[in-house]
Nanobody, 120 residues
Framework: QVQVVESGGGWVQPGGSLRLSCAAS????????MAWYRQAPGKQRELVAM???????MYGGFVKDRFTISRDDAKNAVYLQMNSLQPDDTAVYYC??????????????WGQGTQVTVSP
C-alpha cells in the first residue's frame, strides 16, 4: 500500500508565495516521476509541474517561471515553490507519484489535495 500526503496549502495575497510539500510512503521500490496537478472549480485537472527520476522537469504553460519543482529522493518527497501567485492560481493542488512496487509493476498514486487560495 502506498500513501501520498500533501501539505502547505493555504491563503495568500496576490504576489505572494507558498511552498507545497508531498511525501510518498509504503511499499515503494522507486519512484519514476513526481508531479503536481491542480483543479479549479468547474475546470479540468491540469499539470502544474513534473520531475522525472533523471531530474528532467516540465511545467504547465501558465507557470511562466513562477514555480519551481524539486525532489528529495531520499525522502520520496517533492516540493513546489510558488511565487508571484495570482487569483487564477486558486485551486486544489494534487500530488501525483508514479511508483514501482516490489513486484516490478508501476502504479499511479494521488494525494488528497491541498487548497491554495489567492485573494486580496
Amino acid at each position: 500500500q502506498v500513501q501520498v500526503v500533501e501539505s502547505g496549502g493555504g491563503w495568500v495575497q496576490p504576489g505572494g508565495s507558498l511552498r507545497l510539500s508531498c511525501a510518498a510512503s509504503g511499499s515503494i521500490i522507486s519512484i519514476n516521476h513526481m508531479a503536481w496537478y491542480r483543479q479549479a472549480p468547474g475546470k479540468q485537472r491540469e499539470l502544474v509541474a513534473m520531475e522525472m527520476s533523471n531530474g528532467n522537469t516540465m511545467y504547465g504553460g501558465f507557470v511562466k517561471d513562477r514555480f519551481t519543482i524539486s525532489r528529495d529522493d531520499a525522502k520520496n518527497a517533492v516540493y513546489l515553490q510558488m511565487n508571484s501567485l495570482q487569483p487564477d492560481d486558486t485551486a486544489v493542488y494534487y500530488c501525483n507519484a508514479q511508483v514501482k512496487y516490489y513486484n516490478g509493476h508501476l502504479g499511479d498514486h494521488w494525494g488528497q489535495g491541498t487548497q491554495v487560495t489567492v485573494s486580496p
